[in-house]
Nanobody
Framework: QLQASGGGLVQPGGSLRLSCAAS????????VAWYRQAPGKQREVVAR???????NYADAVEGRFTISRDIRKNTLYLQMNSLKPEDTAIYYC?????????WGQGTQVTVSS
């Protein structure tokens, strides 16, 4: 199971760090990602680390968000800086391991003044 946390209400220009802790499984060097879903919109990938360890970001967050993982802590992170109102969404962590997908329950991020 994946447990996401760290969401909340933040003003535009602020920062948040999301965490995703794994239990009963391990992130290891498998493909991992953060997705988000805004009201009335489809879920979209925000950032991912592929199995070859390369990181990719959606154009909308490039240069502001950083995805990382701590294998020892078995935790995935998403550092979000310079947040904008359009970043408001529920954020989900994702792990693909042995062709099986694991999803976290989602954490709400609201960017508003």
């Amino acid at each position: 199971q994946l447990q996401a946390s760290g969401g909340g209400l933040v003003q535009p220009g602020g920062s948040l760090r999301l965490s995703c802790a794994a239990s009963g499984t391990t992130f290891g060097l498998n493909a991992v990602a953060w997705y988000r879903q805004a009201p009335g919109k489809q879920r979209e990938v925000v950032a991912r680390i592929r199995s070859d360890r390369t990181a990719n970001y959606a154009d909308a967050v490039e240069g502001r968000f950083t995805i990382s993982r701590d294998i020892r802590k078995n935790t995935l992170y998403l550092q979000m800086n310079s947040l904008k109102p359009e970043d408001t969404a529920i954020y989900y962590c994702n792990l693909v391991k042995n062709r099986v997908e694991f999803w976290g329950q989602g954490t709400q991020v609201t960017v508003s003044s």
